[in-house]
Structures are given as structure tokens and as C-alpha cells.
């Protein structure tokens, strides 16, 4: 699937293609790992940063805060 950095996605088109749970998608968000907004009392999720959270490259806080996440799990 290819993600578009223009396109607002929804947290359950996020957690299908960054392939976590709910509960992971939301702990992401607190920890401040993946930026999200909430509108009209749900998240929306801007491609540029779910690719920015795939990429290996990432700067170096959100690198470790996303590698004690995933080490929570």
C-alpha cells in the first residue's frame, strides 16, 4: 500500500498500515512518537508522519522513545 504524505488518515487506516493495535497506536501518540490531531473527538493521522515514522533515518529522541515503546510491547 503506497501512504500519501498529503492525506489525513483515520487511527484505524493507521494502526491496518503501520500494523499495531489501537491500545499501541494511542500509547504512540502520548509518548509523541506519531503526531496526531483529534477533530470531532476522534485522531487524524497525516501520511507525512506516519512516513516519517517509518523511515529508519529518524532523528534521534523520537528513536529511542519509539524503540521503548516497541520494547513495552
Known amino acids: ?6 492525506k489525513v488518515y483515520t487511527p484505524q487506516e493507521t494502526s491496518a498500515l503501520l500494523r499495531i493495535s ?7 501518540i502520548r ?3 506519531l503526531r496526531a ?6 485522531y487524524r493521522v ?3 508522519h506516519i512516513l516519517k515514522l517509518l523511515n ?5 529522541k ?3 522513545v ?4 516497541r520494547e513495552e510491547l
Open 1 to 6: 500500500m503506497i501512504i500519501d504524505e498529503h
Open 22 to 28: 489501537d491500545s499501541t497506536f494511542r500509547r504512540l
Open 31 to 33: 509518548k509523541g512518537v
Open 37 to 42: 490531531a483529534k477533530i470531532g473527538g476522534q
Open 46 to 48: 497525516l501520511g507525512k
Open 56 to 60: 529508519p533515518n529518524l532523528p534521534g
Open 62 to 64: 523520537v528513536k529511542e
Open 66 to 69: 519509539f524503540n521503548k515503546v
